[in-house]
C-alpha cells in the first residue's frame, strides 16, 4: 500500500530563482509539498540575467541551499523564464506559484503559457497568497548601502560573460557618474536594460585632472579615484592600463587591481609616445612586437590570483594602419600566451574591419571572447555587435564627452547674463542629486 501511494503521488512544479532564501520562499515550498513531490525548476543564472540583476549566488550554490529544504523532492535547472521545457518533459499535476507576482508586468505571458500547457494533460496551476516578507527593491537599496566584498566584484564580470548575450560596460570617471552606472534602469515591455559594469578609463582620469592622455597619471592617483567608485558601487569595474607600464611594475599592477575587487586589466599592445587611438595623427606611436607583448600578458597572468579575474589584451593593428593578417596572427599569440579576451580596437567610422576581424578569428582554434570600444563607429547596434561574436561592448568616454557641452554651455551663459536663471532652467534640481546619494 505504502509502494502504491510513493508511485501514484503527485508531482508538484515550481519555478524559482531563491537568490536570497527566505521565508517567502519556505512559505511556497511548504504549501506546494501538501499536493505532492515539488520538483523546483531552478533559474540558471542566464535565465535570471535575461530580464533583471544577475543573481548574487551562482547557480551551484544556490542549488546546493534547495537541495537541503526538507519540502523538495529534487532541483533541476531552468534555462529560460520560460517554463514550457521543463512542464513538457515532467508533465507536473500542478504548479505553484505566488499569485501577486505575475499577473501583469513582465511574466503575465510566462503565467498565460503555463495555464495554456497544464490543460494539455488536465493540470493545475495553484497560486497562493502571497506572504509579503520580500522586498526585492529593498534589497537592492540595501547591497548598495552595505557595497560588495572585493572578491564578489572580481567574479561578477566571467559570471556576466557566462550569463548575458552581451555585456554593457559604460565609463565612469568619479564617484557620481559610477552611481548613474549602478542605479539606472529602462524598463522594457518584458525586461529591463541596464549598465552591467564600470570602465576605468585612461583618458577620462586624465581629462578630469586636467591632464594630457599621455600617461602623465600615475597609477597611485587612479587608484584614489577608483577607491571612491569601489565605495559606491557594487558592478565589476574593468581597468584600462594603456601599455601596462614596465614589465617589472606590472605583476604588481594586477596584485593591487585584484586585491581592490577590479574584475579585469585591459592592456594595449602599442609602445613609443602614449597618444590617444582615436587621434589621426599616430606619429612616434609603434606596435610592441608579439613576442615582446606575449611576455607581457604572461606576466599579468602569472601575477593574478583568482581565474575570475581577467586579463584582456588590446590590439592596435587596425589604428596603426596595419592589415587584418597582423591583427589576427596577433589574436592567436596572445591568445596562447594566456589572455581571457580580445579588444578589438579601430577608429574607421564603421564597423567593418573589426567584423571581418570577428568571421576571421572565430575560425582559429586559439579563439577568444571579443571585445569593441564603438567610439566611432557609434551607429552600430548592439544587436550586430551579437551577431559577429562579440561579447563585451565598452562605451569608453560618452559621460565625459557629454558633461562638457553642458557644464561649457551653462557657463557661458551665467556670464553672458549675469545671473544664473537659464541655469536652474535646464540642469537637474538639487534633490535629485541627493535621492542619487543618499
Not at 136 to 159: A, D, F, T, Y
Not at 253 to 263: A, F, M, Q, W, Y
Not at 390 to 399: E, M, S
Amino acid at each position: 500500500m505504502k509502494n502504491n501511494e510513493k508511485k501514484n503521488k503527485k508531482k508538484v512544479y515550481v519555478g524559482l530563482s531563491v537568490d536570497i532564501l527566505h521565508k517567502g520562499h519556505i512559505n511556497i515550498l511548504k504549501k506546494a509539498n501538501k499536493y505532492g513531490d515539488v520538483i523546483v525548476g531552478l533559474l540558471t543564472d542566464k535565465a535570471i540575467a535575461s530580464y533583471k540583476k544577475l543573481p548574487h549566488l551562482n547557480y551551484n550554490q544556490r542549488e546546493l541551499v534547495l537541495r537541503n529544504i526538507r519540502y523538495v523532492k529534487r532541483v533541476i535547472p531552468q534555462d529560460t523564464r520560460s517554463y514550457k521545457n521543463n512542464l513538457i518533459k515532467i508533465k507536473p499535476d500542478f504548479v505553484v506559484h505566488e499569485d501577486n507576482q505575475w499577473k501583469k508586468g513582465i511574466q503575465k505571458n510566462v503565467r498565460l503559457e503555463i495555464k495554456k500547457l497544464l490543460r494539455g494533460w488536465s493540470g493545475k496551476l495553484i497560486e497562493i497568497k502571497s506572504s509579503k516578507i520580500f522586498n526585492e527593491k529593498e534589497i537592492e537599496k540595501n547591497e548598495l548601502r552595505i557595497g560588495s566584498s572585493p572578491q564578489e566584484r572580481v567574479s561578477k564580470l566571467k559570471r556576466l560573460m557566462d550569463s548575458k548575450s552581451i555585456v554593457r560596460i559604460l565609463e565612469s570617471h568619479n564617484a557620481l557618474t559610477g552611481l548613474i552606472i549602478e542605479t539606472l534602469k529602462i524598463k522594457r515591455k518584458k525586461t529591463f536594460d541596464e549598465f552591467d559594469g564600470i570602465w576605468s578609463s585612461s583618458l577620462a582620469d586624465s581629462v578630469t585632472r586636467g591632464k594630457p592622455d599621455n600617461q602623465s597619471v600615475d597609477l597611485s592617483t587612479r587608484i584614489s579615484s577608483l577607491n571612491e567608485v569601489l565605495e559606491t558601487t557594487t558592478k565589476p569595474l574593468v581597468f584600462d592600463a594603456d601599455n601596462g607600464g614596465r614589465d617589472e611594475q606590472l605583476p604588481y599592477t594586477v596584485k593591487n587591481l585584484e586585491r581592490l575587487g577590479i574584475s579585469a586589466i585591459v592592456m594595449e599592445d602599442k609602445i613609443g609616445s602614449k597618444k590617444n587611438s582615436l587621434f589621426k595623427n599616430q606619429k612616434g606611436v609603434k606596435q610592441q612586437s608579439i613576442q615582446g607583448f606575449s611576455n607581457k600578458i604572461k606576466l599579468a597572468v602569472k601575477a593574478k590570483k583568482s581565474e575570475n579575474f581577467l586579463v584582456i589584451a588590446r590590439i592596435e593593428s587596425f589604428i596603426l594602419g596595419k592589415k587584418i593578417e597582423d591583427a589576427i596572427k596577433r589574436a592567436e599569440a596572445y591568445s596562447k600566451a594566456g589572455v581571457d579576451a580580445i579588444l578589438i580596437h579601430s577608429k574607421s567610422k564603421t564597423p567593418n574591419e573589426i567584423f571581418d576581424f570577428a568571421k576571421k578569428f572565430r575560425k582559429s582554434k586559439y579563439y577568444k571572447p571579443l571585445v569593441c570600444v564603438p567610439s566611432t563607429y557609434s551607429s552600430t547596434h548592439e544587436n550586430e555587435l551579437i551577431k559577429h561574436g562579440f561579447k563585451i561592448v565598452i562605451y569608453a568616454n560618452q559621460l565625459l564627452r557629454s558633461a562638457f557641452p553642458a557644464m561649457l554651455k551653462t557657463a557661458k551663459k551665467i556670464l553672458i547674463d549675469k545671473k544664473s536663471s537659464f541655469a536652474e532652467k535646464n540642469i537637474s534640481g538639487i534633490n535629485e542629486i541627493l535621492n542619487l546619494i543618499k
